[in-house]
């Protein structure tokens, strides 16, 4: 599983959870969703609610329910309330046409309006919540690089629709040097009707991470939030967000994402409980707590979640925090892998992670970038990757290049990364270890994938070190000489000395430094050799395409590489220990 592999990272396997229905939903609310403009209640609509300070708590309301969805202008218009829409007969074709210029039904999204209702899906609660009367203002920064006409639209109405005005400072549109006419006369003219937003076009592509750089420079509002430019903010979602920032400006506070549907446009939400998490190497993922953890601690749908890593794309920062963690690093090219990057910092350098249940925005997922990469995406995407892991990861990094195959082994330039590891320094964030044990920890990360002594499974005798030479002996587990360590990168370590595939006065030699950039060095075994499945429980050296395999001789108590052999008994080795991981 490479970073950036299709099957592994794709959008659309990353949208989270969802098995309740949005129908099913509205039901168990006693709402339909085509009448849902009759239930209005007391609720107020508009911008016209002011803040009233409630007896019990003076200082603070409630959340504001700004939002079409009582109103919609047209109730009957394809789309509305979140609903479904099929393509008309005669259109399909026209329709599959145009569905690779967002990678999602383009013709859906231009029928549906751009300001259209959907269901208010937060969790019963939300609504009656309190916000403080003093929440900071915040710059809305969207960028962009060829986005489809009517979703860009759809997204910024949905700001200006579900948020209230004196909250938005700003909506800061960063054009990543998109090349679509549309997009460059029709935009200004357009959002021209709207004095708070505001066009910034960068002149070179930058990718989504340095793109988000230039709108933070422009911003003037308190805090930052990021938005893809494919989202629908839902009832709401603003304040809750604000609120945590607000509480504590190391808090960076994420909405649930809930899912626009790529083929029929509908709005559906989301399991709830589900955490921002990651695998390796470096996949992001979502996590649900488990059922029993949810119901032992009661903990409810409304609570807030602290999350491992976030998704990437949607969250408020304080904007004088993000400039103090030192922002993104500005190294990271295009897209992929800043997510990382900012949740580490944050965690590791004091700050919180949140995703906060009563702050809901739909997102388009997708199953491949609709726009090009400036170089390769695979080796973009690993680039970024390497950066985050060689400044954040400490020796756990090899648990990022120890699985799949990384491009790094073929001389993969990086860049320079002396700044990002002084700035980890200068802030004194805390190591990784920490963050494992802390922040994450039920993520599977042993440094070391097997250890203890190396018996050959056919002679019973074990490997052991004299001087630089591997040896076989009889087995003898107190013996620090017998004692190994099969690490992640493919190393068969002792202490700071790596078993090599050279032979050395007729036995394999112990080799120093290790590097596990060194090919000589790495041997697989047992998972890895998951490539060679007849080779299970054999130590298999990979060279210039040819297998060769550790092979133990014990009337000379040497070792040595030979061709592989599933038949051959001398060739099956066994760490006394294995961890999971
Ligand atoms: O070169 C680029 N320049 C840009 O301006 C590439 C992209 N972009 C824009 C793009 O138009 C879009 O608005 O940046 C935004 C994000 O790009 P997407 O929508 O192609 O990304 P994504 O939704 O597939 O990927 C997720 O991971 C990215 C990793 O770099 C970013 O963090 C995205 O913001 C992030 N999206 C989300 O978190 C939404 C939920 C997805 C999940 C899980
Ligand atoms: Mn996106």
Same mark, same amino acid.
């Given at each position: 599983?490479?970073?950036?592999?299709?099957?592994?990272?794709?959008?659309?396997?990353?949208?989270?959870?969802?098995?309740?229905?949005?129908?099913?939903?509205?039901?168990?609310?006693?709402?339909?969703?085509?009448?849902?403009?009759?239930?209005?209640?007391?609720?107020?609509?508009?911008?016209?609610?002011?803040?009233?300070?409630?007896?019990?708590?003076?200082?603070?309301?409630?959340?504001?329910?700004?939002?079409?969805t009582?109103?919609?202008?047209?109730?009957?218009?394809?789309?509305?309330?979140?609903?479904?829409?099929?393509?008309?007969?005669?259109?399909?074709?026209?329709?599959?046409?145009?569905?690779?210029?967002?990678?999602?039904?383009?013709?859906?999204?231009?029928?549906?309006?751009?300001?259209?209702?959907?269901?208010?899906?937060?969790?019963? =609660?939300?609504? !009656?919540? &309190?916000?403080?009367?003093?929440?900071?203002?915040?710059?809305?920064?969207? $960028?962009? *690089?060829? @986005? %489809?006409?009517?979703?860009?639209?759809?997204?910024?109405?949905?700001?200006?629709?579900?948020?209230?005005?004196?909250?938005?400072?700003?909506?800061?549109?960063?054009?990543?040097?998109?090349?679509?006419?549309?997009?460059?006369e029709?935009?200004?003219?357009?959002?021209s009707?709207?004095?708070?937003?505001?066009?910034?076009?960068?002149?070179?592509?930058?990718?989504?991470?340095?793109?988000?750089?230039?709108?933070?420079?422009?911003?003037?509002?308190?805090?930052?939030?990021?938005?893809?430019?494919?989202?629908?903010?839902?009832? =709401?979602?603003? !304040?809750? &967000?604000?609120?945590?920032?607000?509480?504590?400006?190391?808090?960076?506070? $994420?909405? *649930?994402? @809930? %899912?626009?549907?790529?083929?029929?446009?509908?709005?559906?939400?989301?399991?709830?409980?589900?955490?921002?998490?990651?695998?390796?190497?470096?996949?992001?993922?979502?996590?649900?707590?488990?059922?029993?953890?949810?119901?032992?601690?009661?903990?409810?749908?409304?609570?807030?979640?602290?999350?491992?890593?976030?998704?990437?794309?949607?969250?408020s920062?304080d904007?004088?925090?993000?400039?103090?963690?030192?922002?993104?690093?500005?190294?990271?090219?295009?897209w992929?892998?800043?997510?990382?990057?900012?949740?580490?910092?944050?965690?590791?350098?004091?700050?919180?992670?949140?995703?906060?249940?009563?702050?809901?925005?739909?997102?388009?997922?997708?199953?491949?970038?609709?726009?090009?990469?400036?170089?390769?995406?695979?080796?973009?995407?690993?680039?970024?990757?390497?950066?985050?892991?060689?400044?954040?990861?400490?020796?756990?990094?090899?648990?990022?290049?120890?699985?799949?195959?990384?491009?790094?082994?073929?001389?993969?330039?990086v860049?320079?990364?002396?700044?990002q590891?002084?700035?980890?320094?200068?802030?004194?964030?805390?190591?990784?270890?920490?963050?494992?044990?802390?922040?994450?920890?039920?993520?599977?990360?042993?440094?070391?994938?097997?250890?203890g002594?190396?018996?050959?499974?056919?002679?019973g005798?074990?490997?052991?070190?004299?001087?630089?030479?591997?040896?076989?002996?009889?087995?003898?587990g107190?013996?620090?000489?017998?004692?190994?360590?099969?690490?992640?990168?493919?190393?068969?370590?002792?202490?700071?000395?790596?078993?090599?595939?050279?032979?050395?006065k007729?036995?394999?030699?112990?080799?120093?430094?290790?590097d596990?950039?060194?090919?000589?060095?790495?041997?697989?075994?047992?998972?890895?050799?998951?490539?060679?499945?007849?080779?299970?429980?054999?130590?298999v050296?990979?060279?210039?395409?040819?297998?060769l395999?550790?092979?133990g001789?014990?009337?000379?108590?040497?070792?040595?590489?030979?061709?592989?052999?599933?038949?051959?008994?001398?060739?099956?080795?066994?760490?006394?220990?294995?961890?999971?991981?």
């Amino acid at each position: 599983h490479i970073p950036g592999n299709q099957s592994m990272t794709s959008s659309s396997l990353l949208a989270p959870q969802r098995s309740v229905s949005q129908a099913k939903l509205a039901l168990a609310r006693g709402l339909h969703p085509a009448r849902s403009n009759l239930t209005s209640k007391s609720q107020t609509v508009g911008h016209q609610q002011s803040h009233t300070n409630t007896s019990e708590n003076p200082g603070r309301h409630r959340v504001l329910r700004i939002d079409l969805t009582l109103s919609p202008r047209d109730p009957n218009a394809p789309g509305q309330f979140g609903r479904a829409v099929v393509v008309p007969p005669g259109k399909e074709k026209e329709a599959e046409r145009r569905w690779r210029e967002g990678n999602f039904n383009v013709y859906l999204s231009d029928l549906i309006p751009v300001d259209r209702a959907i269901e208010d899906t937060r969790p019963a =609660g939300c609504a !009656e919540q &309190l916000v403080h009367n003093d929440l900071p203002t915040t710059s809305i920064i969207m $960028c962009f *690089v060829d @986005e %489809v006409w009517s979703a860009l639209l759809r997204s910024v109405h949905s700001v200006l629709n579900r948020s209230p005005p004196h909250l938005i400072k700003e909506i800061l549109l960063v054009d990543d040097f998109s090349t679509k006419e549309y997009l460059k006369e029709n935009l200004d003219k357009y959002m021209s009707q709207f004095p708070k937003v505001r066009i910034l076009r960068l002149k070179e592509r930058h990718g989504l991470i340095r793109a988000r750089l230039a709108g933070a420079q422009n911003a003037t509002g308190d805090v930052l939030t990021f938005l893809d430019s494919h989202v629908e903010c839902n009832v =709401g979602w603003l !304040e809750p &967000l604000l609120e945590r920032v607000y509480i504590n400006r190391q808090k960076v506070a $994420c909405p *649930v994402i @809930e %899912v626009i549907n790529d083929k029929d446009m509908s709005y559906m939400t989301v399991d709830n409980f589900q955490r921002g998490v990651f695998t390796w190497p470096m996949n992001f993922g979502w996590r649900t707590i488990p059922p029993d953890v949810v119901a032992k601690n009661g903990i409810k749908e409304t609570d807030i979640i602290r999350c491992p890593v976030m998704a990437g794309g949607l969250f408020s920062i304080d904007k004088s925090y993000f400039y103090e963690l030192g922002t993104y690093d500005p190294g990271l090219d295009v897209w992929g892998g800043e997510n990382m990057e900012l949740s580490f910092k944050v965690w590791m350098c004091g700050g919180e992670i949140e995703i906060i249940p009563c702050s809901r925005v739909g997102h388009i997922f997708r199953n491949d970038n609709p726009y090009s990469f400036p170089k390769d995406r695979l080796k973009t995407v690993e680039r970024n990757l390497v950066r985050v892991a060689e400044v954040w990861l400490d020796e756990y990094k090899e648990l990022f290049y120890g699985h799949g195959d990384h491009l790094i082994d073929q001389g993969l330039d990086v860049g320079n990364l002396t700044q990002q590891r002084e700035l980890r320094k200068r802030l004194k964030c805390k190591s990784f270890k920490w963050y494992l044990d802390n922040v994450f920890p039920d993520l599977k990360a042993p440094i070391v994938r097997a250890s203890g002594v190396l018996v050959n499974v056919a002679l019973g005798r074990c490997v052991s070190i004299e001087n630089t030479t591997a040896t076989l002996e009889d087995c003898d587990g107190s013996s620090q000489l017998q004692q190994f360590n099969y690490t992640w990168v493919r190393l068969i370590k002792h202490g700071d000395w790596c078993m090599a595939a050279i032979t050395d006065k007729g036995s394999l030699r112990f080799h120093h430094p290790c590097d596990y950039r060194d090919n000589r060095l790495k041997w697989l075994h047992k998972s890895t050799s998951g490539f060679h499945p007849e080779l299970v429980d054999h130590i298999v050296f990979e060279h210039y395409q040819q297998l060769l395999c550790m092979e133990g001789d014990f009337s000379q108590k040497t070792l040595k590489v030979a061709a592989c052999n599933p038949m051959k008994p001398y060739q099956k080795w066994k760490f006394e220990k294995y961890y999971e991981g």
